[in-house]
């Protein structure tokens, strides 16, 4: 493991005042303690970064190369191309990022990947299995392997945290109603979000960014094999979006598992991905390291990377 | 121009096509695991209880301008004692179901279609799916089940409180004794004749048509909303083309249903 830098860690706001006790359902005030946890996050990013690819080569190693998701010649069209013979793979415990200009149908790849669209040609593999034949009740059945978190977190509205939470417990599993509490806790601390504090609260009292990791808690409860990650970061601001991207890292770091990330956010990208696939023209024009992107030659990539 | 005229012929036939598969879905689902029972009790309060005030407020002041617009007419000829007649053949049969159907439509067809467009254009529908639920089992299945089973209630109701309107009329301005209009009332139930003995006809016209009218308002606020593109105006308008379809369909289909009852119930 990566030597970790010394400091506060952000489960720390728990430790750091273990008798303090807080009624259900009180706002969380941006205060010292969240400060804290911002700096302590941003700190640890800094000192992950270098060592991070590496990390998750090794994860991808221990999965022994075994592909968990792969799109092999994919092509889609509505009233127009969307994607062109779009092909790559990801081993288990790597993270893909999609990136590329808006509307080339970077999130139209989750969405064939979770078998809400069926391509016209090409074939769609999740853990080894063709799902573009699968019928609707098959579907929901490997729509349970991967969890995917939404652009705008897409939580229930009528449903409050814990329930959010709780819904894909309730549905597939046959856990008891403590055993779920204790599921959802757990996630939530996972997320770094007070359990106390939240579990009462509708999405409507949350920050963009708690949202944004209560849909993290949600589209992991089952804990899925697979995350998927529709520009997890937009709309943030920078202290919030390099929260989510360490979250990102962690969810892969600590339960190995494999992702894949559709975002225009390059800096956060270099962080977390082991392969970027850059979509151009509804083609995928560069699939490899972040390190082979960055030092390309292609004068599209140069132009794509402009400053970073 | 021919194009453009196909095209939107296709795109008509298709949406017709999509409904009906929805409709056999969302029908079919009421009977195969799993059932959302927490959820068709709640559409059941939102639908039906929700609804009991305007419903009660439309039915009680339909029945008092169809006492006193009776009273006017029958009074040429002073045959102002059949005003209960009069009253309960056109709220048991017509008026009822076809005015608490558009109140329903207005209020519950409109809220069913922003709410599912909204959960549309937000993701949630997505959101639902990705966590291997059908969305037409959980959100379309509870909400037809609960409006079959409430808009007969809400007419019954609406019938009964319509009556009762006529009822003040009849005694407070015309001057005919209350047990004389309940006389006729029951009368006229009567003179419509029985089916299996004991149901009158106008019975199985009143609870027939509310029972259709329930399906076909929240069948359509379902289709339209799920099918909301376009943002909070695409919400506007799934809204919008609800209550005007759904009306619409209300007022066509209560004739044919009317045409067929008529025929196969002489009375």
Same mark, same amino acid.
């Given at each position: 493991?990566? @030597?970790?830098?010394?400091?506060?860690?952000?489960?720390?706001?728990?430790?750091?005042?273990?008798?303090?006790? +807080?009624?259900?359902?009180?706002?969380?005030?941006?205060?010292?303690?969240?400060?804290?946890?911002?700096?302590?996050?941003?700190?640890? !990013?800094?000192?992950?970064?270098?060592?991070?690819?590496?990390?998750?080569?090794?994860?991808?190693?221990?999965?022994?190369?075994?592909?968990?998701?792969?799109?092999?010649?994919?092509?889609? #069209?509505?009233?127009?191309?969307?994607?062109?013979?779009?092909?790559?793979?990801?081993?288990?415990?790597?993270?893909?990022? +999609?990136?590329?200009?808006?509307?080339?149908?970077?999130?139209?790849? !989750?969405?064939?990947?979770? /078998?809400?669209?069926?391509?016209?040609?090409?074939?769609?593999?999740?853990?080894?299995?063709?799902?573009?034949?699968?019928?609707?009740?098959?579907?929901?059945?490997?729509?349970?392997?991967?969890?995917?978190?939404?652009?705008?977190?897409?939580?229930? @509205?009528?449903?409050?945290?814990?329930?959010?939470?709780?819904?894909?417990?309730?549905?597939?599993?046959?856990?008891?109603?403590?055993?779920?509490?204790?599921?959802?806790?757990?996630? %939530?601390?996972?997320?770094?979000?007070?359990?106390?504090?939240?579990?009462?609260?509708?999405?409507?009292?949350?920050?963009?960014?708690?949202?944004?990791? +209560?849909?993290?808690?949600?589209?992991?409860?089952?804990?899925?094999?697979?995350? !998927?990650?529709?520009?997890?970061?937009?709309?943030? @601001?920078?202290?919030?979006?390099?929260?989510? #991207?360490?979250?990102?890292?962690? %969810?892969?770091?600590?339960?190995?598992?494999?992702?894949?990330?559709?975002?225009?956010?390059?800096?956060?990208?270099?962080?977390?991905?082991?392969?970027?696939?850059?979509?151009?023209? /509804?083609?995928?024009?560069?699939?490899?390291?972040?390190?082979?992107?960055?030092?390309?030659?292609?004068?599209?990539?140069?132009?794509?990377?402009?400053?970073? | 121009?021919?194009?453009?005229?196909?095209?939107?012929?296709?795109?008509?036939?298709?949406?017709?096509?999509?409904?009906?598969?929805?409709?056999?879905?969302?029908?079919?689902?009421?009977?195969?695991?799993?059932?959302?029972?927490?959820?068709?009790?709640?559409?059941?309060?939102?639908?039906?209880?929700?609804?009991?005030?305007?419903? &009660?407020?439309?039915?009680?002041?339909?029945?008092?301008?169809?006492?006193?617009?009776?009273?006017?007419? &029958?009074?040429?000829?002073?045959?102002?004692?059949?005003?209960?007649?009069?009253?309960?053949?056109?709220?048991?049969?017509?008026?009822?179901?076809?005015?608490?159907?558009?109140?329903?439509?207005?209020?519950?067809?409109?809220?069913?279609?922003?709410?599912?467009?909204? *959960?549309?254009?937000?993701?949630?529908?997505?959101?639902? $799916?990705?966590?291997?639920?059908?969305?037409?089992?959980?959100?379309?299945?509870?909400?037809?089940?609960?409006?079959?089973? *409430?808009?007969?209630?809400?007419?019954?109701? $609406?019938?009964?409180?319509?009556?009762?309107?006529?009822?003040?009329?009849?005694?407070?301005?015309?001057?005919?004794?209350?047990?004389?209009?309940?006389?006729?009332?029951?009368?006229?139930?009567?003179?419509?004749?029985?089916?299996?003995?004991?149901?009158?006809?106008?019975?199985?016209?009143?609870?027939?048509?509310?029972?259709?009218?329930?399906?076909?308002?929240?069948?359509?606020?379902?289709?339209?909303?799920?099918?909301?593109?376009?943002?909070?105006?695409?919400?506007?308008?799934?809204?919008?083309?609800?209550?005007?379809?759904?009306?619409?369909?209300?007022?066509?289909?209560?004739?044919?249903?009317?045409?067929?009852?008529?025929?196969?119930?002489?009375?």
């Amino acid at each position: 493991m990566t @030597d970790k830098p010394e400091g506060r860690r952000p489960d720390d706001r728990r430790q750091a005042n273990p008798d303090e006790h +807080v009624p259900p359902g009180t706002p969380i005030r941006r205060g010292e303690d969240e400060m804290r946890v911002r700096a302590a996050i941003r700190d640890e !990013l800094e000192a992950d970064a270098p060592t991070h690819t590496q990390e998750v080569r090794a994860v991808a190693k221990r999965e022994a190369a075994r592909k968990v998701i792969a799109l092999q010649n994919v092509f889609l #069209t509505f009233d127009q191309p969307i994607l062109k013979d779009v092909t790559f793979d990801a081993l288990g415990g790597e993270t893909i990022v +999609v990136a590329g200009e808006s509307g080339t149908g970077k999130s139209t790849i !989750l969405k064939l990947l979770l /078998r809400l669209l069926v391509p016209d040609k090409g074939q769609v593999f999740i853990d080894g299995e063709e799902i573009t034949q699968l019928n609707f009740a098959d579907a929901l059945k490997v729509r349970q392997k991967m969890g995917m978190v939404f652009q705008g977190a897409a939580l229930f @509205d009528s449903m409050n945290v814990y329930e959010n939470i709780a819904y894909p417990l309730r549905e597939h599993t046959d856990l008891s109603e403590d055993e779920i509490m204790a599921r959802v806790r757990e996630k %939530l601390e996972f997320v770094d979000l007070d359990p106390d504090r939240v579990l009462e609260q509708l999405p409507s009292d949350l920050s963009g960014g708690m949202r944004k990791r +209560v849909g993290i808690a949600r589209g992991m409860a089952n804990n899925p094999q697979i995350m !998927l990650y529709d520009e997890p970061t937009s709309g943030l @601001d920078p202290l919030t979006t390099a929260t989510i #991207t360490h979250l990102i890292i962690k %969810l892969q770091r600590e339960l190995g598992v494999t992702s894949v990330v559709v975002t225009h956010d390059i800096r956060s990208a270099f962080r977390m991905a082991t392969k970027i696939a850059v979509l151009n023209e /509804r083609k995928i024009s560069f699939f490899g390291t972040p390190e082979e992107m960055a030092s390309s030659a292609d004068k599209y990539l140069r132009d794509f990377l402009g400053g970073f | 121009m021919l194009e453009g005229f196909n095209k939107a012929a296709k795109r008509r036939i298709y949406g017709l096509q999509e409904f009906f598969v929805l409709s056999g879905k969302a029908i079919g689902f009421a009977f195969s695991r799993p059932f959302y029972r927490s959820d068709l009790i709640q559409q059941m309060d939102a639908i039906g209880v929700q609804s009991i005030p305007i419903v &009660l407020l439309t039915g009680f002041f339909t029945g008092m301008v169809l006492a006193l617009q009776a009273s006017v007419q &029958l009074k040429t000829f002073g045959a102002t004692m059949y005003i209960g007649r009069l009253v309960a053949a056109s709220m048991i049969r017509e008026l009822g179901p076809v005015l608490a159907g558009l109140m329903v439509a207005g209020r519950v067809g409109s809220g069913i279609a922003a709410q599912l467009g909204s *959960m549309r254009v937000t993701e949630q529908i997505d959101a639902l $799916n990705t966590l291997g639920t059908d969305p037409i089992r959980k959100l379309v299945t509870p909400r037809v089940l609960a409006a079959l089973i *409430m808009m007969p209630v809400l007419t019954v109701i $609406n019938d009964f409180v319509g009556i009762l309107g006529g009822s003040v009329i009849s005694s407070a301005y015309v001057g005919i004794p209350t047990s004389l209009y309940w006389r006729t009332v029951f009368e006229q139930i009567a003179s419509g004749g029985f089916i299996f003995k004991y149901l009158p006809n106008d019975f199985v016209h009143g609870l027939l048509k509310p029972f259709v009218f329930g399906g076909i308002i929240a069948l359509v606020g379902c289709n339209f909303g799920l099918k909301t593109t376009g943002g909070t105006e695409g919400v506007g308008v799934a809204t919008t083309r609800t209550v005007v379809t759904a009306s619409i369909l209300i007022l066509v289909v209560d004739y044919f249903i009317t045409q067929v009852l008529l025929a196969f119930l002489p009375t």
